[in-house]
């Protein structure tokens, strides 16, 4: 086995280059691909979601993304893996395939693997991987782009999409894990660049994500056996760390390259990775973020308040949200002049006032139960009703078919007008109408003879 220099990657993930973010999206990449420049890596990723929508050609974002990405690939090898499709349409990705450079630039928009050359060429393997490693590359790069989940739903059928994504993506990751294994025999550095949730992982506001739609496990990744895992998607900055007999291998997001919304924690930037065939590390090289503030009033902001929050701590050049929520007879008294004259030198002011709705104050408690049938039983214990007869309506909904619980109604309905017939045949007057979710059947119309 040959032993070479660990592989200094740069990787940059969540752009979100569009006009909304233009300014600290292109202010903090700059910044990135200067370090990276300086810190003399050896090749770059972006793995995913570069622009935030469809972009204009002619639009600054493009034009910026563009020169940015241009300025990179003159350092060195990058490779651009295709992120969620609704920020990157197809075909979004093509346009920088054209873009020259001293170094090449591979677009990864489809499933397969690439080998990176001594020489800085990128050599892509003719289906999903190679079928026998190439000659002579010093790494060895697999790539899943955001998987299309249109394209699963059209698949397997859209009831069967979510779980399916999983075990599909485990099953490719699996297949991956042979080619692994030889590169790293080679000493070669192996590298799996994707653009997905995984699961127990944290968003940049703090949620864990927990669902059973997510495209991977830290497990299913490390099953890859690749070395370093370089992901994109979640905004938030961490990693996973395994040392079992291979060598330290490593899972990590960056997070996106700024601050893109108000309340996310933790410090922005780019990865710098150093691979070997028998490790991985990954450091955190903190971007220009925007520094953003939150001050929360539980009632009506009170101005003294706000005077000694800003002097306890000072809002010059950050972006600032107040939030605050009044009953609806308050929402009048909120002087929002007053406040934004405060906060003068923030670089951007938010307001976010909530006015809490009479409905709330007349049925209090409807608002916070989760269920369906806590909500019923918190409007009937204000109204005075029984739950009970709702809750078996309630019951129904969930079990029966629309038209089923309609048929019975109305079956029902004509059992009762019958009975109440009498020997002469004429229904009995308070059974003319009956009101059935709010529309009114008139059942003696139809009632049998
Ligand atoms: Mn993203």
Not at 38 to 57: N, W
Not at 63 to 70: E, G, M
Not at 140 to 159: M, Y
């Amino acid at each position: 086995m040959t032993t070479r220099s660990a592989l200094r990657v740069a990787h940059f993930s969540d752009l979100h280059y569009g006009p909304r973010n233009l300014a600290e999206a292109d202010r903090c990449f700059g910044a990135a691909i200067e370090r990276a420049v300086d810190a003399g890596v050896d090749v770059a990723v972006i793995s995913g979601d570069s622009t935030d929508h469809a972009l204009h050609l002619h639009s600054p974002s493009a034009v910026a993304l563009v020169s940015r990405v241009r300025w990179l690939a003159d350092h060195c090898p990058v490779l651009m893996l295709q992120g969620t499709w609704s920020h990157e349409p197809p075909g979004t990705l093509s346009v920088f395939r054209e873009l020259g450079g001293r170094h090449a630039l591979h677009v990864a928009d489809r499933i397969g693997q690439v080998g990176l050359t001594a020489a800085g060429e990128w050599v892509v393997s003719p289906g999903w991987s190679f079928g026998a490693l190439p000659e002579g590359p010093v790494a060895l790069f697999s790539c899943l782009p955001s998987v299309n989940r249109a394209a699963i739903a059209a698949a397997v059928g859209a009831a069967d999409a979510a779980g399916a994504t999983g075990e599909h993506v485990s099953a490719l990751l699996r297949g991956l894990a042979p080619s692994h294994a030889t590169a790293r025999q080679l000493g070669l550095p192996t590298l799996l660049v994707s653009h997905g949730t995984v699961f127990g992982c944290t968003t940049e506001h703090g949620v864990p994500m927990a669902g059973f739609d997510h495209e991977f496990t830290t497990g299913s990744l490390f099953d890859a056996g690749a070395q370093a895992v370089l992901l994109g998607h979640i905004h938030r900055h961490q990693c996973w760390e395994r040392d079992d007999g291979d060598g330290r291998r490593c899972i990590a997001y960056p997070g996106s390259i700024g601050r893109f919304h108000h309340g996310e924690a933790g410090d922005k930037g780019f990865l710098l990775w150093q691979v070997g065939s028998d490790s991985a590390t990954c450091r955190l090289e903190a971007t220009p973020a925007r520094r953003t503030v939150d001050i929360c009033f539980d009632g009506k902001p009170d101005l003294g308040a706000l005077r000694a929050a800003l002097v306890a701590q000072p809002v010059e050049g950050a972006w600032v949200r107040l939030r605050w929520s009044v009953p609806e007879e308050e929402r009048n008294g909120v002087d929002r002049a007053a406040m934004r004259e405060l906060l003068a030198g923030a670089a951007g002011v938010q307001f976010e006032g909530r006015i809490l709705p009479v409905v709330r104050v007349r049925s209090g408690g409807i608002g916070q139960a989760g269920a369906m049938r806590d909500k019923v039983a918190a409007w009937a214990g204000v109204v005075g009703a029984r739950p009970e007869p709702l809750w078996s309506c309630l019951d129904d909904l969930a079990a029966c078919e629309t038209q089923r619980i309609v048929d019975d109604a109305l079956a029902e309905q004509e059992a009762a007008t019958i009975d109440a017939q009498g020997p002469d045949g004429e229904a009995a007057s308070d059974l003319k109408e009956v009101e059935l979710a709010g529309d009114c059947i008139d059942v003696s119309q139809g009632a049998p003879a």
